[in-house]
């Protein structure tokens, strides 16, 4: 029989501060309130990239890798599915998702947890006027976890700090807040950027390219700041001036000393990258409609021609999904790892779960 010390237990630090004192702290000082208290180090709730550091993206990435090796087996993958059996996970995405909401489901599935979802505001009580407190504070009723995507930013933030100050306070996962953090997909992001380098020397040294629409996607922000956690890894955004990165992610860089350049220029960044991070224009976003439309975009799509540039041992990555950004002649190149990555974010999803739950040991320590 499984029984962990922390079961039942699990608790955030955000009980001892107030909501607008945690808001307004800076993004890093964030973290110790975010983690499970019983578990020093092991986030509680997931909200931001600023709660992960070096030492937990290698350990979160070699439980991924426990875990996708202990699949592989009839036996090892029921032994995953009972880890959990006993827990119950809502996903509550009122955004659009497919990879996000299917890979967190998956990842729910492999460590045996129940699901309940909700796609759409409007089919939930919402609809009928209830405050989105009050239907969080429902969600904890029926569940243990909550994994949540809104077009808000700072909406999971607040309901975190909501369910750990109620009775009955259960964990969240941020998969995705407006245009501000996707810390989950930061997270599969590194692990496949760890996994690629694994055998050539690790991430350290290495340039990633960011191309695209690095204004408003909040993919880049948040693996922008992971990537601070490695030793001399430099950082290149390349995009149209109206999409560039914004100052908030370069105020972070330079803080930390990070080497980092603005370009207009995909070829030449291709041809000096370890890693090239594209990303689809976000014109949901839009404020007055067609405005992206208008902006030039030609010259930031990986094609055929970048490919020949791309150095033998790079990559080519995308969180997904893709328009014409990356010509679909580059898929099959042994360099393309957006497919990959999409798996990737399977198995450190279910990592992220498994240590948020405390169950790290028994995968860590199994005998399969
Ligand atoms: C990204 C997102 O939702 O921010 N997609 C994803 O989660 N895989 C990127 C995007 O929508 O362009």
């Known amino acids: 029989m499984i029984i962990m010390e922390s079961e039942g237990n699990e608790m955030a630090r955000l009980t001892s501060i107030g909501f ?92 045996g947890l129940t699901t309940g979802s909700v796609r759409d505001a409007a089919t939930s009580s919402e609809f009928k006027g209830e405050s989105k407190e009050d239907s969080i504070r429902t969600f904890s009723s029926y569940f243990d976890m909550i994994i949540m995507r809104t077009p808000e930013k700072g909406l999971a933030e607040q309901m975190a700090w909501e369910l750990s100050n109620s009775d009955r306070p259960i964990p969240i996962i941020n998969a995705g807040s407006g245009k501000d953090q996707h810390p989950t997909q930061a997270l599969l992001d590194v692990y496949t950027l760890l996994r690629s380098f694994e055998t050539k020397g690790g991430l350290k040294n290495r340039t990633v390219t960011f191309c695209g629409d690095l204004l408003r996607g909040r993919t880049v922000r948040s693996l922008s700041y992971l990537l601070t956690n490695f030793e001399n890894v430099r950082q290149v955004f390349v ?97 393309a790892m957006y497919w990959r990555q999409m798996r990737n974010g399977m198995w450190i999803r279910a990592a992220l779960i498994a240590a948020t739950f405390g169950y790290e040991r028994e995968i860590l320590g199994c005998g399969y």
């Open 239 to 335: 995009a149209p001036k109206e999409l560039q990165v914004p100052e908030d992610v370069l105020d972070i860089l330079k803080a930390k000393g990070v080497s980092y350049a603005l370009s207009d220029n995909l070829r030449e960044a291709t041809s000096l990258s370890d890693a090239v991070y594209m990303t689809r224009i976000q014109d949901e976003w839009d404020k007055d409609k067609g405005e992206s439309a208008r902006i030039d975009t030609s010259k930031f799509k990986f094609g055929a021609e970048e490919l020949k540039l791309l150095p033998k041992d790079g990559v080519i990555m995308h969180p997904l999904p893709r328009r014409d950004e990356i010509a679909t002649c580059c898929d099959h190149d042994p360099r």
């Open 20 to 111: 607008k004192d945690f808001q307004n702290l800076p993004l890093e000082d964030k973290r110790p309130y975010l983690e499970n208290w019983n578990l020093p180090g092991t986030p509680y709730h997931t909200l931001i990239a600023q709660q992960f550091d070096r030492a937990l993206l290698e350990r979160l990435a070699a439980l991924a890798n426990r875990i996708r090796f202990i699949n592989k087996s009839r036996e090892g993958a029921l032994y995953l599915k009972g880890l959990l059996a006993h827990k119950r996970a809502m996903l509550y995405f009122s955004q659009p998702s497919s990879r996000t909401f299917l890979s967190h489901l998956a990842a729910c599935q492999i460590l």
